[in-house]
């Protein structure tokens, strides 16, 4: 059974860093590549960032851009999101997702899907 | 960015009806567009993909078509354990993968 777990959400002031971290198992972790997902209460799914089965890959939405670090270590089968100068709007429930392609620059070819996701980690900024 | 809308943002239908959810691309998608359904409090699930690919497990009763860029989802009996927000998703122009706005179906 592939399982996704998130942790290190947290309350947390404007201007602060937090690392979320995200341990799969149940499958071949670095065959596929991940992303970070975020929802704001009562919002809809925004796409946060990607990384490559071999982390050759990387990609951020721009309301991140430079401010957030996604990275993996495939020995761990883990995912990981630094997530620095964080903003009030940045308050989100972020999931870890596994894609179905190990790479958003194969996503064509091969097809790219969200086929699992985490429970998510509650990232609450404010003062 | 390609821009995706849903429509409706929200219905209410009854047991055993049809309902369809519509998803425009701004732009032609090919049939780089997935389709997710989240259930209160939980994470969302896969349940079409490349358009109109059942994923393994779901229902038949849950299908997607395309007609340019309108993306069709489609369940043809509702169900009370189908109250959920459905969103699309698309990858033809990425970065950055989008999603729709979504649309919450309710029992009436």
């Known amino acids: 059974e592939v399982q996704l777990v998130e942790s290190g959400g947290g309350f947390i002031q404007p201007g602060r860093s937090l690392r979320l971290s995200c341990a799969v198992s149940g499958l071949t972790f670095d065959d596929y590549a991940m992303h970070w997902v975020r929802q704001a209460p009562g919002k809809g799914l925004e796409w946060v960032s990607t990384?490559?089965?071999?982390?050759?890959?990387?990609d951020y939405a721009d309301s991140v851009k430079g401010r957030f670090t996604i990275s993996r270590d495939n020995a761990k089968n883990s995912l990981y999101l630094q997530m620095n100068s964080l903003r009030v709007e940045d308050t989100a429930l972020y999931y870890c997702?596994?894609?179905?392609?190990?790479?958003?620059?194969?996503?064509?070819?091969?097809?790219?899907?969200?086929?699992?996701w985490g429970q998510g980690t509650l990232v609450t900024v404010s003062s | 960015d390609i821009q995706l809308t849903q429509s409706p943002s929200s219905l209410s239908a009854s047991v055993g009806d049809r309902l369809t959810i519509t998803c425009q691309a701004s732009q032609d998608i090919s049939n780089y567009l997935n389709w997710y359904q989240q259930k209160p409090g939980k994470a969302p699930k896969l349940l079409i993909y490349d358009a109109s690919s059942l994923e393994t497990g779901v229902p038949s009763r849950f299908s997607g078509s395309r007609s340019g860029t309108d993306f069709i989802f489609t369940i043809s009996s509702l169900q009370p354990e189908d109250i959920a927000t459905y969103y699309c998703?698309?990858?033809?122009?990425?970065?950055?993968?989008?999603f729709g706005g979504g649309t919450k179906v309710e029992i009436k």
């Open positions: 998703q698309q990858y033809h122009n990425i970065p950055p993968i989008t």
């Open positions: 997702v596994k894609d179905t392609a190990p790479s958003i620059l194969h996503a064509h070819s091969s097809g790219s899907s969200f086929d699992s």
């Open positions: 990384i490559s089965y071999n982390s050759g890959n990387i």
